[in-house]
C-alpha cells in the first residue's frame, strides 16, 4: 500500500538557520513521483517540486534543496538560511504511475521566528 | 489570470440545506480534481475527472456528495442536506494527463465551508 510519511509535526527555528523537513514513503510500484507543496496561512497550496523514481539527483533551488534517496525511500526538504516568509505547512504528496491520486502526508508546520 | 479559480470562497449555510461550489481548471489542463482538508490533515481526495468523464468518485464521502464536468471545462462539486461535519476546506486542481513528467497538480485558492 501506498503511504506518506511526515513524521516531524511542527518545526520551530530562528531566522537564518537552515531546517530540514523528512518525508518517508511507501509504494510498491517502480514508477512514481514524488512532490512537495508550500501551503502558507493564506491557504492556498502552492507546488513546490516534482521528482520522478528513475532521477535520484538532488536539487537546489534558490536557498530550497531537495535530497531524494530510494535505498531509504526518503525525500527530504531542506531550506537555508530560513526567512519568516518560509513559514508555512509543507506537504510531501506521492504519486505512483498505475494511480491518478496524489497521497499526501499529515503536512509539517514550519514556523521561522525573527 | 491562468491559475486555478474557485467559487465562492466561502460559503456559511445552515445544516440541512444544500451547497454547490464551482471550479475552473488551467484551460489546458484536462484533468480536474477534488479534495477536502480540514484543519491540520493533508488534502482528502475525493474524486476526479479526465476530461468529462469522472474516472474515480468512490472516495466521495457519502451519496450526499457528487460531482460533475458536463463538457469537461470547469466542474461543480454539490453537497446536499449539509452536516456540521462538513465544514472544511474544498480544493479544487488541475493537471495536465499524458505527461511523461507525472501527475503534478495546481490548487486553487479552496471554497472554505461553515456549517452552522
Known amino acids: 500500500a501506498q503511504k506518506v510519511t511526515q513524521a516531524q509535526t511542527e518545526i520551530s527555528v530562528v531566522e537564518k538557520e537552515d531546517v530540514t523537513l523528512d518525508c518517508v514513503y511507501e509504494?510498491?510500484?517502480?514508477?512514481?513521483?514524488l512532490f512537495w507543496y508550500k501551503q502558507p496561512p493564506s491557504g492556498e497550496l502552492v507546488f513546490l517540486i516534482r521528482?520522478?523514481?528513475?532521477d535520484e539527483q538532488n536539487e537546489i533551488s534558490g536557498r530550497y534543496s531537495w535530497n531524494f534517496q530510494k535505498s531509504t525511500s526518503s525525500f527530504n526538504f531542506t531550506i537555508t538560511a530560513s526567512q519568516v516568509v518560509d513559514s508555512a505547512v509543507y506537504f510531501c504528496?506521492?504519486?505512483?504511475?498505475?494511480?491518478?491520486?496524489?497521497?499526501w502526508g499529515a503536512g509539517t508546520k514550519l514556523i521561522i521566528k525573527p | 489570470d491562468t491559475g486555478v479559480s474557485q467559487d465562492p470562497r466561502h460559503k456559511i449555510t445552515k445544516r440541512g440545506q444544500n451547497v454547490t461550489f464551482r471550479c475552473d481548471p488551467i484551460?489546458?489542463?484536462?484533468?480536474l480534481y477534488w479534495y477536502r482538508q480540514t484543519l491540520g490533515q493533508g488534502p482528502e481526495f475525493l474524486t476526479y475527472?479526465?476530461?468529462?468523464?469522472?474516472?474515480?468518485k468512490s472516495r466521495l464521502l457519502s451519496d450526499r456528495f457528487s460531482a460533475e464536468r458536463p463538457k469537461g471545462s470547469f466542474s461543480t462539486l454539490e453537497i446536499q442536506r449539509t452536516e456540521q461535519g462538513d465544514s472544511a476546506m474544498y480544493l479544487c486542481?488541475?493537471?495536465?494527463?499524458?505527461?511523461?513528467?507525472?501527475?503534478?497538480?495546481?490548487f486553487g485558492p479552496g471554497t472554505r465551508l461553515t456549517v452552522l
Open positions: 486542481a488541475s493537471s495536465q494527463g499524458f505527461s511523461r513528467w507525472g501527475n503534478e497538480q495546481f
Open positions: 484551460s489546458e489542463h484536462n484533468r
Open positions: 475527472f479526465q476530461n468529462e468523464a469522472q474516472l474515480e
Open positions: 509504494t510498491r510500484d517502480t514508477t512514481y513521483y
Open positions: 521528482r520522478n523514481s528513475f
Open positions: 504528496a506521492l504519486s505512483e504511475d498505475s494511480n491518478y491520486q496524489l497521497i
